[in-house]
């Protein structure tokens, strides 16, 4: 899977082999954690993406509703349970502390997913969870976690792309919207990928739907064909040039 695929909840569940129905999902995986965001108008939560750097901040989760707790958004957001244990947010709190004072050298990875449309997701990549903050919301007390989007990782045998190429949230739901959920050549609604018209790498924006559409994996990789077939033929006009030189 790359960043920017777009994949069904059954897929997603097939893939960490859990059945996530909370946004914080610590350690689900062998060696990394799962966080599930939203960033789409009404979205419960307030997660907010640097179109920039990549980086994110993710916000923690709220107390449970209970009989006693009518409206969850009122009081601060919990670091232990009732009975005292960890929750999510707990957990992720003291491995950010952890990372931020030197006790584990190693930050936690994060994979993300983000919500789309219903029951459509896409998937973000790996991020590092770097740093942590409780700050009031103006009601209460929240957390804020921080990320950073991992340039490269190798995990399980897959490699990443760089993560250079962040389409917003409201882009991606304004063309998920106009392509139909289908590949803009041949209609399939299976594999899907976010692609850009004109290559981010050749100066292509993320920022407007104008230059992004959906594509199937399979006319996806055609077009990354077509730029590896011209590529060799820049290097093998270049290391000509230079023998010609050396000679
Ligand atoms: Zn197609």
Same mark, same amino acid.
């Given at each position: 899977m790359k960043p920017d695929d777009i994949i069904?909840?059954? #897929?997603?569940?097939? @893939? #960490?082999?859990a059945h996530l129905q909370k946004g914080m999902n610590y350690r689900v995986g062998r060696n990394y954690s799962v966080f599930l965001m939203s960033v789409r108008k009404?979205? &419960?939560?307030?997660?907010?993406?640097?179109?920039?750097t990549g980086a994110l901040i993710? @916000?923690?989760?709220?107390?449970?509703?209970?009989?006693?707790? =009518?409206? &969850? %958004? =009122?009081?601060?957001? &919990?670091?232990?349970? =009732?009975?005292? =244990?960890?929750? @999510?947010?707990?957990k992720f709190f003291k491995a950010a502390t952890d990372y931020k004072t030197g006790l584990s050298t190693k930050p936690e990875l994060v994979k993300v997913y983000e919500k789309i449309a219903s029951g459509v997701w896409c998937y973000k990549g790996f991020f590092e969870l770097v740093d942590v903050e409780q700050e009031s919301d103006g009601r209460r007390r929240v957390f804020k976690f921080h990320l950073l989007p991992i340039a490269k990782t190798i995990l399980q045998g897959n490699i990443e792309l760089p993560c250079n190429r962040i389409i917003p949230t409201y882009v991606?739901? @304004?063309?998920?919207?106009?392509?139909?959920? %289908?590949?803009q050549i041949c209609n399939?609604?299976?594999?899907?990928?976010?692609?850009h018209v004109i290559p981010f790498s050749k100066g292509g924006s993320s920022l407007t739907s104008k230059n992004i559409r959906l594509l199937c994996a399979k006319h996806?990789? #055609?077009?990354?064909?077509?730029?590896?077939i011209f590529l060799p033929w820049i290097s093998v006009g270049a290391s000509a040039l230079t023998l010609h030189r050396m000679n």
């Open positions: 069904s909840y059954l #897929e997603l569940i097939n @893939e #960490e082999k009404n979205a &419960p939560y307030a997660d907010q993406i640097n179109h920039t993710y @916000e923690g989760h709220d107390h449970p509703k209970t009989k006693t707790i =009518s409206d &969850p %958004k =009122s009081i601060d957001q &919990p670091m232990t349970t =009732s009975s005292g =244990s960890w929750t @999510e947010n707990g991606k739901v @304004e063309v998920w919207k106009r392509d139909k959920g %289908k590949c399939s609604n299976k594999n899907l990928h976010y692609d996806n990789l #055609e077009k990354s064909n077509k730029i590896m």
